[in-house]
Structure formats: C-alpha cells, structure tokens
C-alpha cells in the first residue's frame, strides 16, 4: 500500500517515520521546497514534493496540514486521485471537517492522534510519537466499513489506542482536556507576566520548576494550532471557559471569605478525581 502524507510538519513527519520504518512506501507534499527536502533527509517520506499530483498512486493519504487548511488541501486532491483512495486527517477538531469532506469524498475517515509537542514543523518529527496514545476515529454511518477498517488497522500498527466516536463528542471531549488547558495555561503564563515589579518577575522566573513547567506547557505550545482549536471549535471552547470562569471566581470567593474549609475540600475532590482522566498514562 502506497501512503500518501500532506502537510509535512510534526504529525505529517512523525506518521511518515512509522509507516516507513513499517516498510511502507511514504509520499509527502508539503507547501514549501525546504521542508520536502527535510522530510527525505530525516527519513520520513521516500519522495516528497510540492504538487499534489505525486499523490496519485497512493491508495491512503493522511491530510496533517493545519486544520484551516485540511477541506482547501482535499479539493485541490481530488482531480488527482485514484477513486479508490482513502482519505483521512488527522485535525484536532472533527465535526466542520468530517461534515465539509462527507458533500466532497465520501471515503474520508476522520482521525486525530492524540499526541503533540510543544514545538512544530519537520524538524520534531519523531518516530514512535503515537505509540500507546490514542488515536479517535470519527466515521460516519456512510463511511465505507472496509476503508474505517484500514484506517484503524494503521492506527494500530503506529500502536495507538483506537477510540471510535461521533466528531461532536469527540468535539466536546476535546474541548475539556485539550483545548481549554491550551486557553487556561496560556492565561497562566500571561498572569504571571502581568507583574509589574520587574525584581519580582526575574525571581519567580529563576525558581519555576516542575510545577510551572506541567501547567504552563500546552500553553507554550503553536499559537496557530491553540488558534484554530477556538476558531473551529468555537461553541465547545466556550462552553468549557465558561465553566473554567465559574470555578476560579469560586477559588476567589472562597479565598476573599477566607473559607479555607471549602477550598481544602475542592483541592480533595480533584485529587481523587484527577487520575480518572489519565488512565492511560503509564
Ligand atoms: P505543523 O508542525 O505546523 O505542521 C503542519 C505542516 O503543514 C507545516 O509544516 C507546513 O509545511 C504544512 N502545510 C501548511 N499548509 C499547507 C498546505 N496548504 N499544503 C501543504 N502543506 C501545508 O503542525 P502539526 O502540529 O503537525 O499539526 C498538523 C495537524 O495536526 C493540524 O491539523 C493539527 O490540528 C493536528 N494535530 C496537531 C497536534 C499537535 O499537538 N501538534 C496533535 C494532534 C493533531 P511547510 O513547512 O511546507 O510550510
């Protein structure tokens, strides 16, 4: 099987090195000459190219552009494609690209490994980087059975976790546990910047440790990407800040009433209730 990658950064690189090291034949386009020159030298595609038309003989193709990008990257495929090809993505939000691609290629798997890193772009690829993490399905009752068969079939062999669900619950779930810590960390790191006495910024910058390094991460992370989850995941985003709001003016109002009883008791149900969302983690 022939696959094809478009979009050569982080996820696009790192599916590349997997499926390749798997013995497969790995074609990659991406938008700029310098990253296809990057992908062969790090092994991660066997040809790469900046036209679209290379993806022609390739019967799976893996969409990692960003996610504004992945509908626009699919209609310029198609003239190219054998009508048989498979198609999927691997976008951190599902529901306007599952129900956009469904009018345009009806055998389209949605898909977002879960797994990332704080920078992007070729240059972190790495091979093994959905090993153990999970990796969403998102078919539709038209997608055909044997091409969502395929798709799950690879997502195993980058030895994923493969979860099936509706691109409106996966939207939800991923609004809790991804997207909102992206708002929240990121409103961390700009408190703390919001400092006004410069001696008093330099200290806590010297003695940040684990801590700050845990919660401030997601938040250092690829400002477009944080962006398009808001931007494409709008009502979700916003339903889950509005939830976040209401329990930080309720950490403010406990403070302010010095109940220190409530916040031990809220700081006990978080405790206990942490590891249930990091079941997976070893
Ligand atoms: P990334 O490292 O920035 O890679 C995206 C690559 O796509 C860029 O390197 C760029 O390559 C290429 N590109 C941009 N526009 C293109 C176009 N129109 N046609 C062809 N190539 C194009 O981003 P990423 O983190 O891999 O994210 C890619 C996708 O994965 C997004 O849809 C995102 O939602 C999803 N995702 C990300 C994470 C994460 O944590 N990072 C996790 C799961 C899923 P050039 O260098 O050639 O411009």
Same mark, same amino acid.
């Given at each position: 099987?022939?696959?094809?990658?478009?979009?050569?950064?982080?996820?696009?690189?790192?599916?590349?090195?997997?499926?390749?090291?798997?013995?497969?034949?790995?074609?990659?386009?991406?938008?700029?000459?310098? +990253?296809?020159? !990057?992908?062969?030298? %790090?092994?991660? @595609?066997?040809?790469?190219?900046?036209?679209?038309? /290379? #993806?022609?003989?390739?019967?799976?193709?893996?969409?990692?552009?960003?996610?504004?990008?992945?509908?626009?990257?699919?209609?310029?495929?198609?003239?190219?494609?054998?009508?048989?090809?498979?198609?999927?993505?691997?976008?951190?939000?599902?529901?306007?690209?599952?129900?956009?691609?469904?009018?345009?290629?009806?055998?389209?798997?949605?898909?977002?490994?879960?797994?990332?890193?704080?920078?992007?772009?070729?240059?972190?690829?790495?091979?093994?980087?959905?090993?153990?993490?999970?990796?969403?399905? +998102?078919?539709? !009752?038209?997608?055909? %059975?044997?091409? @969502?068969?395929?798709?799950?079939?690879?997502?195993? /062999? #980058?030895?994923?976790?493969?979860?099936?669900?509706?691109?409106?619950?996966?939207?939800?779930?991923?609004?809790?546990?991804?997207?909102?810590?992206?708002?929240?960390?990121?409103?961390?790191?700009?408190?703390?910047?919001?400092?006004?006495?410069?001696?008093?910024?330099?200290?806590?910058?010297?003695?940040?440790?684990?801590?700050?390094?845990?919660?401030?991460?997601?938040?250092?992370?690829?400002?477009?990407?944080?962006?398009?989850?808001?931007?494409?995941?709008?009502?979700?985003?916003?339903?889950?800040?509005?939830?976040?709001?209401?329990?930080?003016?309720?950490?403010?109002?406990?403070?302010?009433?010095?109940?220190?009883?409530?916040?031990?008791?809220?700081?006990?149900?978080?405790?206990?209730?942490?590891?249930?969302?990091?079941?997976?983690?070893?």
């Amino acid at each position: 099987m022939n696959i094809g990658i478009v979009g050569l950064g982080l996820i696009g690189g790192s599916v590349g090195l997997d499926l390749r090291s798997l013995g497969y034949r790995v074609l990659g386009v991406s938008r700029r000459e310098q +990253t296809c020159q !990057k992908a062969i030298a %790090l092994g991660a @595609v066997d040809e790469a190219s900046l036209e679209l038309s /290379l #993806l022609s003989i390739a019967d799976l193709i893996f969409i990692c552009t960003p996610i504004s990008s992945i509908i626009p990257t699919l209609e310029q495929l198609i003239p190219f494609l054998s009508p048989s090809a498979i198609l999927t993505d691997v976008g951190s939000v599902k529901t306007p690209i599952v129900e956009g691609v469904s009018q345009i290629w009806p055998n389209f798997v949605g898909g977002h490994p879960m797994a990332g890193k704080a920078e992007s772009g070729i240059e972190v690829a790495q091979l093994g980087l959905f090993r153990d993490r999970p990796y969403v399905l +998102t078919p539709t !009752k038209n997608t055909p %059975l044997e091409s @969502v068969e395929k798709v799950e079939a690879i997502a195993r /062999l #980058l030895q994923s976790q493969v979860f099936f669900c509706d691109s409106q619950e996966h939207d939800r779930a991923v609004a809790w546990i991804s997207h909102l810590p992206v708002m929240t960390s990121a409103s961390l790191i700009s408190a703390c910047m919001s400092e006004t006495n410069p001696t008093v910024v330099k200290l806590a910058q010297e003695l940040a440790s684990s801590g700050f390094r845990d919660t401030s991460r997601v938040g250092g992370g690829n400002p477009e990407l944080g962006r398009m989850m808001a931007q494409y995941n709008r009502l979700e985003v916003l339903r889950s800040l509005y939830s976040f709001r209401d329990q930080i003016d309720g950490f403010i109002q406990d403070i302010e009433q010095e109940d220190w009883q409530t916040i031990e008791e809220k700081l006990r149900y978080t405790e206990q209730n942490r590891r249930l969302f990091l079941q997976n983690e070893s």
